[in-house]
């Protein structure tokens, strides 16, 4: 057998009291037993349409994971339950690849006002990595780039900045919606949330009820649009975030200054480092 050949690295290195393969217990664990010798690894393998492609590696990954768990942690993971969350996580990849592919959308470097009736919402967020909270700005204007509201939004148990960014665009939508704006575009520099807003298939990933709720509360406007803009057009909205990050409370201004978020009065967003296309 090719694995009797080879120690363990763990083994050798006097972190484990074996270097048998503490899943099958028959034989010497090295990488290649983990993903391809072990009855384990063989069960998970049997039940997939094997093919050599990227499913393949993440495949090899979620095995390499599985065991990882079992070793470090004590926790046991049944083969269809590896196979289950690779298929979800390739599903995910797909999802997220067919979005990229399908959105074709011109690239916008700089903001610039909505046309006619619609209203523009612009939203960031800033996030606190140790707290695992974070701070949603939110910004609305009119066609003449008039600031129509803004506001900062606290926010606790966010699990990652993604979480976070995909909050700030359901924060943004309750907002506009509070202001009765009825044909709204929102723009977010988040390229991974506007795609999964406007991917035709459902998520799977953990973002999911996030971005289930956001489709939800966008047909309530007679006109909703998702677009993504970098971070040169989302400039207010960022700072706005920022600066709430050192807020301890929920401020909301409508129809009002954002001077009085200590920043500078300005009446057109080029004063803030915008510029009109």
């Known amino acids: 057998m090719v694995g009797k ?43 997939t349409d094997f093919r050599w492609s990227p499913e393949f590696i993440i495949f090899i ?5 599985a065991r990882n768990k079992f070793v470090h942690e004590g926790l046991s993971q049944r083969a269809l339950e590896v196979l289950t969350f690779c ?25 610039s006002p909505p046309v006619g009736p619609m209203v523009k919402i612009n939203v960031d967020v800033a996030f606190d990595r ?3 909270s974070s701070v949603s700005g939110v910004v609305v204007w009119d066609s003449n780039g ?14 990652s900045c993604f979480a976070g960014e995909a909050l700030a665009v359901i924060q943004g939508l309750n907002f506009a919606h509070d202001l009765g ?20 298939k459902e998520d799977l990933s953990v973002l999911r009820p996030y971005i289930s709720e956001a489709r939800g509360i966008s047909r309530n406007f007679a006109l909703c649009q998702f677009v993504f803009t970098p971070r040169g057009g989302n400039v207010v909205a960022h700072r706005l975030a920022e600066f709430g990050d050192l807020l301890p409370f929920f401020l909301t201004l409508v129809s009002a200054s954002i001077s009085y978020l200590g920043v500078p009065e300005f009446s057109r967003p080029s004063d803030y480092g915008y510029l009109f296309s």
């Not at 797909?94 to 903001?111: I, K, N, Y």
């Not at 008039?146 to 699990?159: D, K, T």
């Open 5 to 47: 050949r080879y120690s363990s690295n763990r083994y050798c290195r006097r972190i484990a009291q074996s270097p048998v393969c503490p899943r099958c217990s028959q034989f010497v664990e090295s990488v290649a037993h983990s993903i391809r010798d072990c009855s384990f690894a063989w069960e998970i393998w049997s039940l």
């Open 146 to 159: 008039h600031l129509l509201g803004s506001c900062i939004q606290l926010n606790n148990a966010i699990a």
């Open 87 to 111: 298929k979800s996580y390739v599903r995910e990849i797909e999802a997220v690849s067919d979005s990229l592919v399908s959105v074709h959308q011109p690239l916008v470097l700089s903001w």
């Open 61 to 65: 990954w979620g095995i390499w994971h």
């Open 181 to 200: 704006c009825m044909h709204v575009i929102l723009e977010s520099d988040s390229l991974t949330v506007i795609s999964k807003l406007l991917s035709n």
């Open 130 to 132: 140790v707290a695992c």
